[in-house]
């Protein structure tokens, strides 16, 4: 049985991707500022800050993963527009103590990191390859940027073995942000309008999707730097999106 440890395990997509290694049959820990719902936490999960290296430390020695999979951070691009030294901060710093962690254990594992299609900005079109050049346009796309610089400095530098999952629009229960799940709220009262033109599009997957993505990624990829991304291939416009949601209400 191989050993995964999900740092954000109770976030949006953490969740879905602890069900989605359990189910593969992987043995699961799972570590996050937030304790799991209705329970505390036990030896299987760990409360407490990425940016606390005595706390990075413990969950390490403790779980002895064959993988680490970084869904850890904040998520919202409007977010950092308006605090782009907290964004940064919360992108990069836990991350690194994840990462020296790692390649200080007698058998590093290998560390997946959940970034997103936000590093390539406005690609001139979808579906996106991983070899087109990064060019992000928001705080969040410049550090999910540099949290991928940093898995190339500690693979070129102490040899740990890492790959990157790059995100595209994710949806599914439990999202309480983004446009899928601002037009279904607005819906639910009542309101069926749309905002902007309808043309604006994005490449949509299910959470339980990306999840998926990330076992595979886990269980079949070489840890060699690679980078994935992890996206249905399909633009779908905002227009269309919404006359579903509106369809199903």
Same mark, same amino acid.
């Given at each position: 049985m191989k050993t995964v440890l999900i740092c954000g395990a109770q976030g949006f997509i953490g969740r879905r991707t602890v069900l989605a290694f359990q189910q593969a049959g992987w043995q699961v820990f799972g570590a996050g500022r937030s304790a799991p719902a209705g329970r505390a936490a036990d030896d299987a999960y760990f409360r407490g800050h990425f940016e606390d290296r005595d706390f990075?430390?413990? +969950?390490?020695?403790?779980?002895? !993963?064959?993988?680490v999979v970084f869904i850890a951070g904040p998520s919202s691009v409007q977010e950092s527009f308006l605090n782009p030294v907290e964004d940064f901060n919360r992108q990069t710093l836990p991350l690194i103590q994840v990462l020296d962690g790692a390649r200080l254990m007698d058998r590093a594992p290998g560390v997946v990191l959940v970034s997103?299609? %936000? +590093?390539? /900005?406005? !690609?001139?079109?979808?579906? +996106?390859? *991983? $070899? +087109?050049?990064?060019?992000?346009?928001?705080?969040?796309?410049?550090?999910?940027?540099?949290? *991928?610089?940093?898995l190339k400095e500690f693979s070129a530098l102490y040899g740990l073995p890492i790959c990157t999952a790059r995100v595209f629009s994710t949806y599914g229960a439990g999202l309480r942000q983004l446009a899928v799940w601002d037009v279904t709220r607005? %819906?639910?009262? /009542?309101?069926?309008?749309?905002?902007?033109? /309808? *043309? *604006?599009?994005? $490449?949509?997957?299910?959470?339980? $999707?990306? %999840?998926?993505a990330l076992e595979q990624i886990c269980r079949l990829a070489d840890f060699c730097g690679e980078s994935f991304n992890v996206a249905s291939g399909v633009e779908t416009p905002m227009a269309c999106v919404a006359a579903r949601i509106f369809e199903v209400i």
């Amino acid at each position: 049985m191989k050993t995964v440890l999900i740092c954000g395990a109770q976030g949006f997509i953490g969740r879905r991707t602890v069900l989605a290694f359990q189910q593969a049959g992987w043995q699961v820990f799972g570590a996050g500022r937030s304790a799991p719902a209705g329970r505390a936490a036990d030896d299987a999960y760990f409360r407490g800050h990425f940016e606390d290296r005595d706390f990075v430390v413990r +969950v390490l020695q403790h779980a002895r !993963p064959d993988r680490v999979v970084f869904i850890a951070g904040p998520s919202s691009v409007q977010e950092s527009f308006l605090n782009p030294v907290e964004d940064f901060n919360r992108q990069t710093l836990p991350l690194i103590q994840v990462l020296d962690g790692a390649r200080l254990m007698d058998r590093a594992p290998g560390v997946v990191l959940v970034s997103s299609a %936000a +590093v390539y /900005g406005n !690609p001139a079109s979808i579906p +996106v390859s *991983e $070899d +087109v050049a990064c060019n992000p346009i928001s705080p969040y796309g410049f550090h999910k940027l540099h949290q *991928e610089n940093l898995l190339k400095e500690f693979s070129a530098l102490y040899g740990l073995p890492i790959c990157t999952a790059r995100v595209f629009s994710t949806y599914g229960a439990g999202l309480r942000q983004l446009a899928v799940w601002d037009v279904t709220r607005r %819906a639910l009262r /009542g309101d069926v309008t749309l905002h902007g033109t /309808g *043309e *604006e599009s994005r $490449d949509y997957l299910h959470v339980s $999707d990306v %999840a998926a993505a990330l076992e595979q990624i886990c269980r079949l990829a070489d840890f060699c730097g690679e980078s994935f991304n992890v996206a249905s291939g399909v633009e779908t416009p905002m227009a269309c999106v919404a006359a579903r949601i509106f369809e199903v209400i």
